[in-house]
């Protein structure tokens, strides 16, 4: 931390039941729509009330002589982070993935509203414990963890970072088609696109498809590599399935150039309104990034 005086950023996403009272104008009218499908608004309307005590919660943790901002996930991608940040996510595991991006260092402590319904990976600390966590902070007196995140760059072109993975493929449910490199090995492929999972999102998507192809991969959060993993590679006269899986490092990037005319797309992290156009003859580069997360995990 610097000199001044830190500045707490309080992230949160819209709860279910405020996007049903969007949706639907009036807690009446979401209760009855719920009722007609056999559901109760009990249950979100409380998961709600939750997230907002521990949203007051964290507000009054705040340090006097601090600043402190709020930002919903909606609008990550027009907020400016500073340098002498503290960011507090409050939800679920999938917010600080959803975040992480948009950070260049900056601390970040995940918050979960509800102990009892979080599975505790990125998100693992109660309300009750951000006053110590601030504090510690404060005093260069807190445990962090240093995560790798995956990028996807398009030379001479943007790039784009994840904190679980980087999606390549197509839009829709089209097959995605692309020309597949890694090191002096190439092979044209189609498929349901790929993905490059860092050993924080070896706990999601690609476990999944761990699971359904019956591969295992070791990996650490902190792993300076990642790994690749093809979805439904189709075998035919011109396209391969042998490049289906492996690990991806910085010395041994994977490239993947396009092969589709309109509705190629890289996304990272499941928000796919923030993506990368990926039509016929562009090329990415896919690799562990410079740039890490760094995530608060407890008191010195």
Request: aromatic residues 6%; hydrophobic residues 40%; neutral net charge.
């Amino acid at each position: 931390m610097t000199s001044l005086a830190p500045r707490v950023v309080l992230v949160t996403r819209p709860s279910e039941f405020t996007l049903l009272l969007a949706r639907h104008a009036t807690r009446g009218q979401a209760a009855f729509q719920l009722t007609q499908r056999a559901q109760s608004i009990d249950r979100v309307e409380a998961q709600h009330h939750t997230q907002d005590a521990a949203l007051a919660k964290a507000r009054a943790a705040v340090p006097s002589g601090w600043t402190m901002a709020e930002v919903n996930r909606d609008d990550l991608d027009r907020f400016l982070f500073g340098a002498n940040d503290i960011v507090v996510a409050i939800g679920q595991d999938g917010l600080v993935a959803n975040l992480a991006k948009y950070l260049t260092g900056q601390p970040v402590i995940g918050i979960t509203p509800d102990p009892a319904s979080s599975e505790a990976v990125l998100t693992r600390h109660a309300i009750t414990a951000l006053p110590g966590l601030l504090s510690a902070l404060e005093r260069n007196a807190a445990q962090t963890e240093s995560r790798t995140m995956i990028e996807a760059k398009v030379p001479n072109g943007p790039s784009l970072r994840a904190l679980n993975e980087i999606f390549v493929g197509h839009r829709s449910h089209q097959s995605a088609r692309y020309l597949l490199r890694q090191g002096e090995t190439e092979e044209y492929q189609s498929s349901s696109g790929l993905i490059v999972a860092s050993g924080t999102g070896i706990t999601g998507w690609a476990r999944s498809i761990l699971t359904a192809t019956g591969k295992t991969a070791a990996l650490a959060p902190s792993d300076a590599r990642g790994i690749y993993l093809v979805r439904e590679a189709w075998p035919s006269r011109t396209s391969g399935t042998t490049l289906n899986f492996g690990p991806v490092t910085a010395a041994q990037p994977l490239g993947v150039v396009s092969r589709m005319n309109t509705g190629g797309v890289i996304f990272a992290d499941g928000i796919e309104q923030d993506f990368l156009d990926f039509d016929f003859g562009v090329s990415v580069q896919i690799a562990p990034s410079a740039a890490r997360l760094t995530l608060v995990s407890d008191q010195l």
